[in-house]
């Protein structure tokens, strides 16, 4: 497993933008997605998109063509863009990194979007 920090999130009005960061404490060998999953309140967390080792990329209907997720290898660092941020967006949103047989959690960064 890996310590995962989350960064980057704060208020921000609709159809503004925000970039997360997850940054890796360690150099990551052999994973097979690092990716990002958000919580709203009294809601069950969601997946929300991930990026393969080998680069491919996916993403939750909701988000598709608003958020971007790429991939800083020698930061150990992944973001996540969100433009045109909607009030629903408002969540914590984890870091998360997937091994054949361990997950790893960040402790969640907030995100809030007014109308």
């Known amino acids: 497993q890996v310590q995962l920090v989350e960064s980057g999130g704060g208020l921000v009005q609709a159809g503004g933008s925000l970039r997360l960061s997850c940054t890796a404490a360690?150099?990551?060998?052999?994973?097979?997605?690092m990716g990002w999953y958000r919580q709203a309140p009294e809601k069950q967390r969601e997946w929300v998109e991930r990026?393969?080792?080998?680069?491919?990329?996916s993403y939750a209907e909701a988000v598709k063509g608003r958020f971007t997720i790429s991939r800083d290898n020698a930061k150990n660092t992944v973001y996540l863009q969100m433009n045109s941020l909607k009030p629903e967006d408002t969540a914590v949103y984890y870091c998360?990194?997937?091994?054949?047989?361990?997950?790893?959690w960040g402790r969640g960064t907030q995100v809030t979007v007014s109308s």
């Open positions: 360690r150099r990551i060998f052999s994973f097979v997605s």
């Open positions: 998360n990194c997937e091994f054949t047989s361990a997950t790893s």
């Open positions: 990026i393969f080792s080998g680069g491919t990329t």
